[in-house]
């Protein structure tokens, strides 16, 4: 964990968010295989999370690298946010889904 994510949770802000949508982070490839028969052969993507979360009446979006692993994950989906109390916009994701990222 980032000592900046570790600073704004430890202000114990947080609100629920939604996520609005899970991109396939098609510009880096990971490949599975030692040899391949074809440049996409064993090829895997990683994700990025979008999500837009409230403060004060103020909808700020946020985004995540969340690597390879996208069960349970939906859009529409929930997560826990926590924000810094000065600036909101400043955010930390510990929990996707009910799943724990830390």
């Known amino acids: 964990m980032k000592s900046k994510d ?3 949770i430890a202000q114990n802000n947080c609100t629920d968010g939604t996520i609005t949508d899970l991109k396939k982070c098609l510009w880096l490839k990971i490949n599975t295989k030692p ?3 074809h ?3 064993g090829a895997i993507f ?3 999370l979008h999500f837009k979360y409230n403060v004060n009446g103020t909808e700020y979006k946020g985004k995540k690298f969340i690597g390879l692993n996208t069960k349970g994950l939906n859009v529409g989906g929930k997560l826990t946010v926590y924000y810094d ?3 909101p916009s ?3 994701v510990t929990n996707i889904c009910g799943i724990e990222l830390y």
């Open 35 to 37: 040899v391949r028969s």
């Open 39 to 41: 440049s996409l052969d």
């Open 90 to 92: 400043k955010h930390a």
């Open 46 to 48: 990683p994700y990025t």
């Open 85 to 87: 109390g000065s600036r």
């Open 6 to 8: 570790k600073k704004i």
